[in-house]
């Protein structure tokens, strides 16, 4: 146990100049949503903060292997898997669906699932799995996972799910802080 405790001081000095403040490169990994609506804000003030720190950013929605790529962070939705890597929760994210007006004006507003079934829904292909990811709703009191059915199958860029909905090709499952932009323009 001490050894580990020598090791986390000695990492600690690494990272440190003498004067105590921090410094050297961080290899971070987060997806694309976290990375263009979370992440500027929360980086600017860091780096004004810490002027001595550099930080290498890859924003894509590929699962990396923080050991053999050499991360030192990621950033990742879900459960992390036995690794012997630590995780810390950073917090629940509320999720919506949209689609553009002049889709719903053309196709309707869905008032159920059963008729949600029956709209062009974009759902996204996760990286991870291969599979497609879910869509989290509230029926009935109750929170379930369903899989919406789809014409076109989005995968890589999550991004292009929202993108695709604004242009009128359909309804997307997203982030509201993702939305909330395009949402107050109406």
Same mark, same amino acid.
């Given at each position: 146990? %001490?050894? =580990?405790? $020598?090791l986390i001081a000695d990492a600690e000095r690494a990272i440190q100049?003498?004067?105590?403040e921090l410094r /050297?490169? &961080? %290899?971070l990994s987060v997806p694309t949503t976290y990375g263009h609506y979370r992440l500027p804000a929360l980086l600017q003030p860091f780096m004004a903060r810490h002027p001595q720190v550099s930080i290498e950013l890859s924003i894509s929605n590929r699962n990396v292997d923080l050991v053999a790529e050499g991360y030192d962070m990621a950033i990742r939705l879900g459960e992390l898997a036995d +690794? /012997? *890597? =630590?995780a810390k929760r950073l917090g629940d994210e509320a999720v919506c *669906? &949209? =689609? +553009?007006?002049d889709y719903l004006k053309?196709? $309707?507003t869905p008032q159920n699932l059963e008729q949600l079934g029956r709209h062009a829904c974009l759902p996204f292909i996760m990286p991870s799995s291969g599979r497609q990811a879910p869509w989290l709703l509230h029926v009935d009191g109750q929170d379930i996972d369903w899989l919406a059915p789809a014409r076109m199958l989005v995968s890589d860029d999550v991004l292009g799910v929202v993108s695709l909905a604004q242009q009128g090709l359909g309804i997307c499952q997203t982030y509201h802080f993702v939305a909330q932009e395009r949402l107050n323009s109406g």
């Open positions: 146990m %001490r050894h =580990a405790f $020598g100049g003498q004067d105590g /050297g490169k &961080v %290899r +690794s /012997g *890597l =630590a *669906l &949209v =689609a +553009s007006p053309r196709a $309707g």
